[in-house]
Structure formats: structure tokens, C-alpha cells
């Protein structure tokens, strides 16, 4: 907002994200549980939950697409277009300026160098109808139609 609103000529952001470390808490073990079982809350389910209500990301993405009227053929459409835009830029080294390539652990002793985004997926248009949604039984958001977790970690 402070570009749009010329309060500043240039702001520089950055930012990281490792949600394979997020922990799992145990609420109340400091203090010991008297009996029966603690129960583990999931650290993601926090980050991933919409700042103005009391929804996780996935369940307000099925409630925009059903407020708005978007049908899971036309997620699915709008995924795979977009998905098959970032490959061709990826394989034209559109953004290989504005990467920073970093060596990173691949393995025990082995380390290989991530330069390339990972979400990008070559899934043929077909397949993306056969999934089953991902946060409703007759919802319309599945694995394909919305974003992934990444860390930028993939294992091979």
C-alpha cells in the first residue's frame, strides 16, 4: 500500500517459510496433565487459517467458490493454464534473475542446488477431474486446483 499510496519509492520485502519444521504442541504439558490423554494440536492449522474468521485457508477457498459461483471445472481449468504458464517461464528462464540459487541438503551426506521453483506440475488436463476434493466431501478445491505446501524442499 505504501507504493500505491506514495509513501515510499521502494520497498524491499523478503521472506521464508519452513513449514516441515512447524511444530506439533502439547497445550498444558508444562503444567502436567492430570489424567487421560494430551492432545496434539497441528502448529500448520494456525498459519494456514484465514485472519478474519474462523476458517482454515482450504474451507474459505470453497466458500469463496461458492458465494462467487466458480464450478470445479473451471478451477480445475484456471489451475492447469496457470500451471502450464509457469513451466514455459521456468523453461525460458523468465525469473532466473530473481532466484537465488542455494545449495541445500539432499540426503545425509549429499547437498544439490535449488534454483528452480517446485510447485510447478506437468499434470495432464484429464487427470485433474479425477481427484477428490481436498476439504469437503462435495467441495471443488482439491490438491490441483489450489496451492501446495512447499518448503522448498522436494524429496527425489
Not at 14 to 38: S, W
Not at 50 to 58: A, D, F, I, R
Request: charged residues 25%; glycine residues 8%.
Amino acid at each position: 500500500m505504501q507504493l500505491q499510496s506514495g509513501q515510499a519509492e521502494v520497498v524491499v520485502a523478503c521472506g521464508t517459510e519452513n513449514m516441515t519444521q512447524l511444530p506439533y504442541y502439547l497445550r498444558k504439558a508444562r503444567d502436567g496433565y492430570r489424567m487421560g490423554h494430551g492432545e496434539l494440536e497441528d502448529g500448520l492449522i494456525s498459519i494456514l487459517t484465514w485472519p478474519e474468521g474462523p476458517y482454515h485457508n482450504g474451507i474459505t477457498a470453497e466458500n469463496v467458490a461458492q458465494r462467487f459461483g466458480i464450478t470445479r471445472e473451471a478451477m480445475d481449468d484456471f489451475a492447469w493454464s496457470s500451471q502450464q504458464k509457469a513451466l514455459k517461464a521456468i523453461a525460458e528462464g523468465r525469473f532466473r534473475e530473481q532466484i537465488l540459487a542455494l545449495e541445500v541438503p539432499d540426503g545425509k551426506k549429499a547437498t544439490r542446488l535449488f534454483a528452480t521453483d517446485e510447485h510447478p506440475r506437468d499434470t495432464p488436463r484429464e487427470k485433474l477431474a479425477t481427484l477428490r476434493p481436498a476439504f469437503k466431501a462435495d467441495g471443488v478445491v482439491t490438491a490441483a486446483n489450489s496451492s501446495a505446501l512447499t518448503t522448498a524442499r522436494r524429496r527425489w
